[in-house]
């Protein structure tokens, strides 16, 4: 009886360390421009190789602009980073993908889209939301740059493996509900601790109905509940989706692959160290009112009172009142973006709410920021950008842009923000930013409006 | 690795749950940052506030912290370890860790010691009768915490953990030992499984 988890750790162990501890052989490398850039430093300067080339991938996400025309140079801070990531990739014969070419973007959205990682493969980035690629079945986890310069120069990682949870949905999801509902829904459950120690295996019919890019955003917040990695067993919505992708295995490897990936799942009766089940047809959209992504609410509750002197700092940072219905409340800036919810499903879910003539509310700012280059393309091919800039969204460049704020970029001090990002945290969007997380239509919904709204009601 | 064997100072109770990472540092000051330097944006946030536990002048550059649940969570910035660092810490005490930062911590000679809630809240009133002057101790050897007033509290850790910090030992090195297992993994896997290796052949 094995669980998923076992059937995607144990055949990487190379060696079995004692205490639960492994040498984990990691079949695909993520780098970025910040902790990928100094780590593809370190390794040589510590006088190692890097061990395989031709398992690491490279591309500057996080010290970019998203200004329109923008260049490496654009955001200052971001230009020594980047230019040492290009000159480490050169000289070690990694894969770099560069601003402008198909290919680039954030990492959790080219990974996967350009057929990178694989069902079945480990993979590892210098980055705690690597556990988004756990959408296409990997076991993909977030690392440190010294852990990162270890698999590196050895294509291996210590590791202990962690205990096995199951979050089943069962049901069907109402309408106006996505990904990004369930797993905040989830995280307000269970607690932003409530993950810690466990790999997260998604279940159920909810799960299964959901398209690649929904269990992408699903996989996403793992980490926001404690979890280093989240994963769905990969299943035919999967292999239909990777067929054809650049790095997606080919003719007779391709037929051999999906052999291999059809035995990715959890043996019925298989023992989980722990259980949780949410039916989907309860789950409302949810919106975050305080500074952790626990602190959430369905759209149609009321700001709570505060239980904890957390709480009570998390409302003051916030500018809310308890007691008032949450929906209402006025925004200043809106991010349709990240690593979350940029891909061109979620974008096509902004666009639905923009009827002709609808117009961005006055006073409101608006960014769509596509997750690559690829998924940019895409968009403009569909007429998508037309449909945001004549509305009065921003249409912008690739990268992680405003979820993260390292590229210069930031919602200033005091403004309410709509985003589909993944942390609330204190000064995450810029110093003061007050960040309300939610879904893309969601977040278009209160452009649209001025104010958190409910999508359902739109 | 500076290795770490025992180490006896004060410390600063911070028993909050759920310090994220985005709190010990912000991101902007990681961008093209080095390892060093970094102590001075240290809580930058939140140091200002009247609450904040670690203004007072009695924790400054206190060697030991005293967290709260889930400490270290959220993003996997390494520069959150080189920022404690940077203020002087070489030991956390908390109930729970998050993953990735658990791990950064034993990268750079940082012992992170899991004790239950109550043992912690103990550790910090002893500390709070003479906050400055009380010492605790961390003996990795004997896997103990003493408090201010000789209370040896037992912790656990991983062998190859404790070895690897009482030793300041690189672990590069030690898996670089290992190439031929490593080599006999992947000739077996590129029979296992071709599909892996052949789609990204340069």
Same mark, same amino acid.
């Given at each position: 009886?094995?669980?998923?988890?076992?059937?995607?750790?144990?055949?990487?162990?190379?060696?079995?360390?004692?205490?639960?501890?492994?040498?984990?052989?990691?079949?695909?490398?993520?780098?970025?421009?910040?902790?990928?850039?100094?780590?593809?430093?370190?390794?040589?300067?510590?006088?190692?190789?890097?061990?395989?080339?031709?398992?690491?991938?490279?591309?500057?996400?996080?010290?970019?602009?998203?200004?329109?025309?923008?260049?490496?140079?654009?955001?200052?801070?971001?230009?020594?980073?980047?230019?040492?990531?290009?000159?480490?990739?050169?000289?070690?014969?990694?894969?770099?993908?560069?601003?402008?070419?198909?290919?680039?973007?954030?990492?959790?959205?080219?990974?996967?889209?350009?057929?990178?990682?694989?069902?079945?493969?480990?993979?590892?980035?210098?980055?705690?939301?690597?556990?988004?690629?756990?959408?296409?079945?990997?076991?993909?986890?977030?690392?440190?740059?010294?852990?990162?310069?270890?698999?590196?120069?050895?294509?291996?990682?210590?590791?202990?493996?962690?205990?096995?949870?199951?979050?089943?949905?069962?049901? +069907?999801?109402?309408?106006?509900?996505?990904?990004?509902?369930?797993?905040?829904?989830?995280?307000?459950?269970?607690?932003?601790?409530?993950?810690?120690?466990?790999?997260?295996?998604?279940?159920?019919?909810?799960?299964?109905?959901?398209?690649?890019?929904?269990?992408?955003?699903?996989?996403?917040?793992?980490?926001?509940?404690?979890?280093?990695?989240?994963?769905?067993?990969?299943?035919?919505?999967?292999?239909?989706?990777?067929?054809?992708?650049?790095?997606?295995?080919?003719?007779?490897?391709?037929?051999?692959?999906?052999?291999?990936?059809?035995?990715?799942?959890?043996?019925?009766?298989?023992?989980?160290?722990?259980?949780?089940?949410?039916?989907?047809?309860?789950?409302?959209?949810?919106?975050?009112?305080?500074?952790?992504?626990?602190?959430?609410?369905?759209?149609?509750?009321?700001?709570?009172?505060?239980?904890?002197?957390?709480?009570?700092?998390?409302?003051?940072?916030?500018?809310?009142?308890?007691?008032?219905?949450?929906?209402?409340?006025?925004?200043?800036?809106?991010?349709?973006?990240?690593?979350?919810?940029?891909?061109?499903?979620?974008?096509?879910?902004?666009?639905?709410?923009?009827?002709?003539?609808?117009?961005?509310?006055?006073?409101?700012?608006?960014?769509?920021?596509?997750?690559?280059?690829? +998924?940019?393309?895409?968009?403009?091919?569909?007429?998508?950008?037309?449909?945001?800039?004549?509305?009065?969204?921003?249409?912008?460049?690739?990268?992680?842009?405003?979820?993260?704020?390292?590229?210069?970029?930031?919602?200033?001090?005091?403004?309410?923000?709509?985003?589909?990002?993944?942390?609330?945290?204190?000064?995450?969007?810029?110093?003061?930013?007050?960040?309300?997380?939610?879904?893309?239509?969601?977040?278009?919904?209160?452009?649209?409006?001025?104010?958190?709204?409910?999508?359902?009601?739109? | 690795?500076?290795?770490?064997?025992?180490?006896?100072?004060?410390?600063?109770?911070?028993?909050?749950?759920?310090?994220?990472?985005?709190?010990?540092?912000?991101?902007?000051?990681?961008?093209?940052?080095?390892?060093?330097?970094?102590?001075?944006?240290?809580?930058?946030?939140?140091?200002?506030?009247?609450?904040?536990?670690?203004?007072?002048?009695?924790?400054?550059?206190?060697?030991?912290?005293?967290?709260?649940?889930?400490?270290?969570?959220?993003?996997?910035?390494?520069?959150?370890?080189?920022?404690?660092?940077?203020?002087?810490?070489?030991?956390?005490?908390?109930?729970?860790?998050?993953?990735?930062?658990?791990?950064?911590?034993?990268?750079?000679?940082?012992?992170?010691?899991?004790?239950?809630?109550?043992?912690?809240?103990?550790?910090?009133?002893?500390?709070?009768?003479?906050?400055?002057?009380?010492?605790?101790?961390?003996?990795?050897?004997?896997?103990?915490?003493?408090?201010?007033?000789?209370?040896?509290?037992?912790?656990?850790?991983?062998?190859?953990?404790?070895?690897?910090?009482?030793?300041?030992?690189?672990?590069?090195?030690?898996?670089?030992?290992?190439?031929?297992?490593?080599?006999?993994?992947?000739?077996?896997?590129?029979?296992?499984?071709?599909?892996?290796?052949?789609?990204?052949?340069?």
């Amino acid at each position: 009886m094995a669980t998923l988890l076992d059937r995607l750790w144990d055949p990487h162990v190379v060696a079995d360390l004692g205490e639960g501890w492994s040498l984990l052989h990691i079949d695909r490398v993520l780098l970025h421009d910040l902790s990928g850039a100094r780590a593809l430093t370190e390794v040589g300067e510590k006088g190692h190789a890097v061990a395989r080339p031709d398992l690491v991938f490279a591309t500057p996400d996080h010290a970019v602009s998203s200004a329109p025309g923008r260049t490496s140079e654009t955001f200052a801070g971001g230009a020594r980073p980047i230019a040492g990531l290009r000159q480490r990739a050169k000289e070690t014969g990694v894969r770099l993908f560069d601003l402008g070419q198909p290919g680039h973007g954030i990492v959790h959205v080219m990974g996967p889209e350009l057929g990178i990682v694989l069902p079945g493969v480990t993979l590892v980035c210098g980055d705690s939301h690597t556990c988004t690629n756990g959408g296409v079945g990997a076991l993909a986890f977030g690392i440190g740059a010294s852990e990162l310069t270890h698999v590196l120069a050895t294509q291996t990682l210590m590791q202990r493996k962690p205990r096995a949870m199951r979050l089943t949905y069962e049901g +069907v999801l109402p309408k106006g509900v996505t990904a990004k509902d369930m797993i905040l829904a989830a995280i307000g459950k269970l607690g932003t601790a409530g993950g810690t120690g466990y790999a997260v295996e998604y279940a159920g019919s909810a799960v299964r109905a959901l398209g690649v890019e929904a269990r992408l955003t699903l996989c996403n917040l793992s980490i926001e509940m404690g979890a280093k990695m989240g994963f769905v067993a990969p299943d035919e919505t999967v292999f239909q989706w990777l067929a054809g992708r650049r790095f997606a295995p080919k003719g007779a490897h391709w037929d051999a692959a999906l052999r291999d990936w059809q035995g990715l799942r959890s043996d019925v009766g298989a023992r989980f160290d722990a259980e949780h089940a949410i039916d989907a047809a309860t789950i409302a959209p949810q919106i975050t009112w305080g500074t952790s992504p626990e602190q959430v609410l369905p759209v149609t509750a009321t700001i709570p009172a505060p239980a904890t002197p957390g709480d009570r700092a998390a409302l003051d940072y916030m500018g809310l009142e308890p007691g008032r219905p949450i929906a209402g409340t006025k925004v200043d800036w809106v991010f349709i973006g990240s690593c979350t919810n940029s891909r061109i499903s979620d974008l096509r879910d902004a666009a639905v709410l923009l009827r002709p003539g609808a117009k961005v509310a006055p006073g409101v700012t608006a960014w769509v920021v596509p997750g690559s280059e690829i +998924v940019k393309r895409e968009a403009e091919a569909e007429g998508l950008h037309r449909r945001f800039l004549d509305a009065g969204f921003e249409w912008r460049e690739p990268g992680c842009a405003l979820c993260v704020a390292a590229n210069g970029e930031a919602v200033p001090p005091g403004a309410r923000c709509v985003s589909t990002s993944n942390r609330n945290f204190v000064g995450r969007q810029g110093t003061g930013a007050r960040t309300h997380l939610a879904s893309p239509a969601m977040a278009a919904a209160a452009a649209l409006t001025g104010a958190i709204t409910d999508v359902r009601a739109f | 690795m500076d290795p770490f064997t025992t180490l006896t100072g004060v410390a600063a109770p911070l028993l909050r749950a759920n310090i994220v990472t985005d709190m010990i540092i912000p991101i902007q000051h990681l961008v093209g940052a080095t390892r060093q330097g970094l102590g001075q944006h240290a809580f930058e946030r939140f140091r200002d506030h009247p609450d904040w536990p670690l203004a007072r002048a009695a924790y400054k550059g206190a060697p030991i912290l005293l967290a709260g649940e889930n400490f270290g969570c959220g993003s996997s910035r390494e520069g959150a370890v080189w920022t404690l660092q940077g203020i002087g810490v070489r030991c956390v005490i908390a109930p729970s860790f998050g993953d990735i930062f658990f791990n950064n911590c034993f990268q750079n000679g940082v012992l992170p010691v899991r004790l239950p809630e109550d043992a912690i809240r103990r550790i910090a009133a002893e500390v709070e009768e003479s906050p400055g002057n009380a010492r605790v101790t961390v003996d990795l050897e004997r896997q103990v915490v003493v408090t201010p007033r000789g209370e040896a509290i037992p912790f656990a850790v991983d062998a190859r953990k404790k070895s690897a910090l009482i030793e300041g030992l690189d672990e590069i090195a030690l898996t670089k030992k290992r190439a031929e297992e490593i080599a006999a993994w992947q000739a077996r896997d590129k029979q296992a499984r071709p599909w892996a290796w052949e789609s990204v052949a340069p």
